[in-house]
């Protein structure tokens, strides 16, 4: 049988949508095995202070959700409950940056941490909805909730408009023109994207080029720095964190650009 289907529900999603789901699991499993090898939590982002008791059995049994959590979501099954406790997880985390975001609200940094947890769980409230029963409450917020990502993608920009000369410093310097001028280029692609996805006015082709955008930060800046230190955790942390950024937005393009669901009825000349 092609596709994710409940047979109780009769609830499918075509294949280009299965992809971001799987993603968005494989990136889980991702997360979960640093977790496991480094005995720790993803430093900087899952933000868990060094005072907090049971600490490091706090980071394995994190390590253990998310790889339980990414392995459903591979599943048809599961794949909704594993989608459900990524949410969970990920809004956990980020509400630890609320807290300390809070604590210094006029410094941006920990609002743009904010923002970054909150992506990935947006996109896990996004995939438990698009893999709701058709006709159901969850199903019909799907493209509601993934219209919030454009909260997220107006804080990516501040980040980089309030630091282009910092962010500059990771673009390669082999890449041209130069430097400063993707630091620049990058923000406002970020805020375009941001207006397009929050207007609804193309939105899924808004979705898909912040896709490509966070990927070619993964291809580009990620994967390079942890090939020059592969023994430091926050490398391998970061390209984990940087490769759930990317499925949690695939999941929101593939919504954005296919929004209708199927019953039943869609299905009879299935396979």
């Not at 406790?85 to 941006?108: D, E």
């Not at 620049?184 to 397009?196: D, I, Q, R």
């Not at 964190?241 to 869609?266: C, G, H, K, Q």
């Amino acid at each position: 049988m092609n596709g994710f289907r409940d047979p109780e529900t009769m609830v499918r999603l075509r294949p280009s949508r299965q992809i971001g789901v799987r993603a968005f699991g494989v990136a889980a499993i991702v997360l979960g095995v640093v977790g496991f090898a480094w005995g720790d939590f993803a430093t900087n982002w899952q933000r868990v202070q060094p005072n907090v008791p049971y600490r490091e059995a706090l980071a394995y049994l994190t390590a253990a959700l998310e790889t339980i959590a990414g392995l459903a979501m591979l599943w048809r099954r599961t794949a909704r409950a594993g989608a459900l406790l990524l949410t969970i997880l990920y809004s956990i985390f980020t509400l630890l940056w609320v807290i300390q975001a809070c604590a210094v609200p006029l410094v941006y940094d920990g609002w743009g941490n904010v923002f970054e947890e909150l992506s990935l769980a947006i996109g896990g409230a996004v995939a438990y909805a698009a893999l709701a029963p058709a006709g159901s409450w969850w199903a019909g917020k799907a493209a509601v909730i993934s219209r919030a990502y454009g909260a997220c993608a107006i804080s990516f920009a501040i980040v980089h408009l309030i630091n282009l000369a910092g962010v500059a410093t990771w673009v390669p310097k082999w890449l041209p023109p130069g430097q400063m001028f993707w630091s620049v280029t990058t923000a406002v692609c970020f805020l375009l994207a941001a207006a397009a996805i929050l207007s609804g006015i193309q939105a899924g082709l808004a979705a898909r080029l912040v896709t490509a955008e966070i990927m070619g930060f993964e291809i580009l800046v990620w994967v390079p720095k942890l090939i020059a230190a592969p023994h430091e955790h926050f490398f391998w942390a970061g390209n984990a964190i940087s490769l759930a950024m990317v499925a949690a937005v695939w999941v929101v393009s593939d919504t954005l650009n296919e929004p209708r669901r199927f019953d039943a009825s869609s299905e009879a000349s299935v396979p």
